[in-house]
């Protein structure tokens, strides 16, 4: 049964493209015609592609991994905040940091330095500090807070990114390309499909398009979580203790490949040796006593 209905899609205006000048003609596939300069967009289609988004996501989300969504635009911010939030994905609503997937190390240090934050105001260390001080550190940690206060639990990259709109989030689907990351997204028809995974032809500037979109697929993630639950349940104690003494093995593992090798004992004198020192202490001891 698909998640969506063409009147449902209709009702939203998930139909209307831009106009005929700025379209791209890679999405001449998902164009059903033009009206007054208008390029409309074959909801059939998009019926189809969001049904195979969701199936996709459903997937990622019962495997335990996470989905970053994409969506700096202002008719999407608040949209994707608070429903996102509700399934717990990460999400970015501020400006893409850039560099958030191909400096991943350098991004989760600055989410770090917000946790350190948080202690020195619970520690007593703020305490010490002059008011300047504190002023200046609480404006940094707001500062954090604004930008990566909605990917702090994003501890690895995630297993696929949503892009609300391809074209303006660019740069958010060119890095994950470079990381051969599944990119998910509305695409209109002025911006190009290519680089998507999973492309949903939509009209991605009408916050009703919008709205609906991503409760589908916030839908779509929390049926897989519901799964991802429902079959750890199921699960009997013994393999429960198994995983997890396997996961503790493996942590074990590579904690120990971090050490450095300890230094190797020097080798021991072979028994050659050992009978010629011997017998020039006997010589010695002969020609003293002589």
């Known amino acids: 049964m698909p998640r969506t209905s063409f009147n449902e899609l209709l009702e939203a205006g998930v139909h209307f493209g831009h106009l005929k000048r700025k379209w791209n003609p890679s999405m001449a596939p998902y164009i059903f015609m033009e009206k007054n300069g208008i390029h409309i967009i074959d909801l059939h289609k998009t019926v189809v592609k969001i049904d195979e988004a969701c199936d ?3 997937h990622i989300a019962k495997s ?5 969504f994409v969506a700096t635009k202002k008719q999407a911010k608040e949209i994707v905040a608070e429903r ?3 399934v717990n994905m990460p999400y970015v609503t ?3 940091p850039g560099g958030m997937l191909t400096n991943f190390p350098t991004i989760r240090k600055a989410v770090k330095k917000m946790t350190s934050i948080d202690k020195m105001s619970t ?4 305490a010490t500090l002059s008011k300047r001080e504190r002023l200046q550190i609480k404006r940094q940690r707001a500062k954090l807070d604004k930008t990566l206060g909605s990917i702090a639990d994003l501890t690895r990259l995630p297993a696929a990114i949503f892009v609300v709109d391809v074209l303006k989030e660019n740069i958010a689907v060119r890095e994950a390309n470079r990381l051969n990351i599944p990119v998910f997204g509305i695409v209109d028809t002025n911006s190009d499909p290519k680089p998507v995974d999973f492309v949903i032809p939509a009209n991605d500037d009408a916050s009703k398009s919008i709205s609906l979109i991503i409760d589908i697929l916030a839908k779509a993630v929390e049926e897989g979580l519901a799964e991802r639950k429902a079959e750890k349940d199921k699960e009997p104690p013994k393999e429960k203790k198994a995983k997890s003494e396997k996961k503790e093995e493996v942590k074990a593992e590579e904690k120990a490949e971090e050490k450095p090798a300890a230094k190797k004992a020097p080798a021991k004198k072979t028994t050659a040796k050992k009978e010629e020192s011997k017998e020039k202490v006997a010589e010695k001891a002969t020609e003293e006593k002589k």
């Open 56 to 58: 996709a996501i459903k």
């Open 64 to 68: 335990g991994r996470k989905v970053l």
């Open 84 to 86: 996102i939030s509700k």
């Open 94 to 96: 501020e400006r893409w």
């Open 123 to 126: 520690d007593g260390t703020f």
